[in-house]
């Protein structure tokens, strides 16, 4: 059996602004589980990126170790990429977005990968406002070891195996409001018209922007007993509204018809158009966030789209005003400036 995709492509294919096809936005076969919603994933971000028009060489997508962590595979062919180990996948995000700030940098993690070995550098990329399009591809279990509950899994959900999760489970979106995240959203993989518009939004976003996708394992965690289940997720997924990102360069058309509305302008020109269910649901307030986001655990329900965004924000680049250019064309006279600036250099610390 061939897991690669025929070369050849209709020459009727629509194009973009920037003159790709979809397909030019794809990878490999997927060799995941049949079902499994991180394949629905890799579809959002292929489609997202086509729409947004994003040339596929100006994108670098970075993962660690899990089912997740092979999706970077089966998603933009024809970017850069890099899989590494388990739980460090923003430390080398953060070292090639310090050389190069010209790429958009997608970042693929698990609930194990991101909540448990990795959760310290998860931490610190929010701290250090890293801008990046941070994936969680949340199952509640380790699926490449046989569907061991995982940190996110919930108190009281129950395995495959019929085994009790007697530990509460690490909320990665509370967590995240708490300290300070900039771009806080939460999915489904099977609700592609939500999913779409937020990773959109996430790659116009100036800043770290947190992406959490409930994604049901269908082999080991999709069980009567879990709170990860398409049944669960489906039967309690509530959203806080109905989300549309317009880019720059097309006119505004978006209607929307009862309930409250508000529109947020990003750094780029670009607009998020948000039609709120909740009218008390204020998504430029952090405060208002964490408190839906506590009333929802409450009821048991589990709260989609997007939770709070900061427009206003600065990431790493802007808070250490680092050069502009890329490092790998700084020249010469640039890197090595001659004695005389060394000389001032030294008397500024004297």
């Given at each position: 059996m061939s897991y690669i995709r025929p070369v050849f492509r209709h020459p009727g294919l629509p194009k973009n602004a920037v003159g790709f096809?979809?397909?030019?936005?794809?990878?490999?076969?997927?060799?995941?589980?049949?079902?499994?919603?991180?394949?629905?994933?890799?579809?959002s971000i292929i489609q997202a990126c086509y729409e947004l028009s994003v040339e596929p060489h100006k994108i670098a997508k970075v993962s660690g170790i899990g089912c997740s962590?092979?999706?970077?595979?089966?998603?933009?062919?024809?970017?850069?990429?890099?899989?590494?180990?388990?739980?460090?996948?923003?430390?080398?995000?953060?070292?090639?977005?310090?050389?190069?700030?010209?790429?958009?940098?997608?970042?693929?993690?698990?609930?194990?990968?991101t909540a448990s070995i990795g959760m310290g550098q998860f931490v610190h990329a929010i701290r250090r406002n890293l801008n990046m399009v941070y994936i969680v591809m949340n199952n509640g279990c380790y699926g490449l070891t046989k569907g061991q509950e995982s940190a996110t899994a919930d108190i009281g959900s129950v395995t495959k195996k019929g085994e009790e999760t007697k530990y509460p489970g690490i909320d990665l979106v509370g967590l995240a409001l708490e300290l300070n995240a900039t771009f806080v959203a939460r999915s489904f993989s099977g609700d592609k018209?939500?999913?779409?518009?937020?990773?959109?939004?996430?790659?116009?976003?100036?800043?770290?922007?947190?992406?959490?996708?409930?994604?049901?394992?269908?082999?080991?965690?999709?069980?009567?007993?879990?709170t990860k289940s398409y049944e669960y997720v489906r039967e309690y997924m509530k959203a806080t509204g109905m989300v549309d990102f317009v880019p720059e360069e097309e006119e505004i058309t978006v209607e929307y018809g009862e309930g409250e509305s508000t529109t947020i302008e990003l750094h780029d020109g670009s607009t998020l158009q948000l039609s709120k269910l909740n009218p008390n649901w204020d998504p430029s307030n952090r405060q208002s966030a964490l408190q839906r986001i506590q009333e929802a655990k409450m009821m048991g329900d589990i709260l989609t789209g997007l939770i709070y965004i900061d427009p206003e924000t600065k990431d790493l680049h802007d808070m250490m005003g680092t050069v502009e250019t890329p490092l790998n064309q700084l020249r010469e006279d640039v890197l090595n400036p001659g004695m005389a600036a060394l000389e001032k250099i030294n008397q500024s610390f004297r």
């Open positions: 096809t979809r397909a030019d936005y794809e990878g490999a076969i997927s060799t995941l589980c049949a079902g499994c919603g991180h394949d629905s994933i890799s579809g962590s092979k999706t970077p595979t089966y998603f933009l062919g024809n970017s850069h990429g890099f899989n590494s180990v388990h739980g460090r996948m923003p430390s080398v995000t953060s070292g090639a977005y310090l050389a190069n700030r010209d790429l958009k940098y997608i970042g693929i993690s698990g609930d194990g990968d018209t939500q999913l779409i518009p937020l990773i959109k939004a996430a790659l116009s976003h100036p800043g770290f922007a947190l992406l959490d996708v409930i994604s049901p394992c269908v082999t080991f965690n999709n069980n009567k007993g879990s």
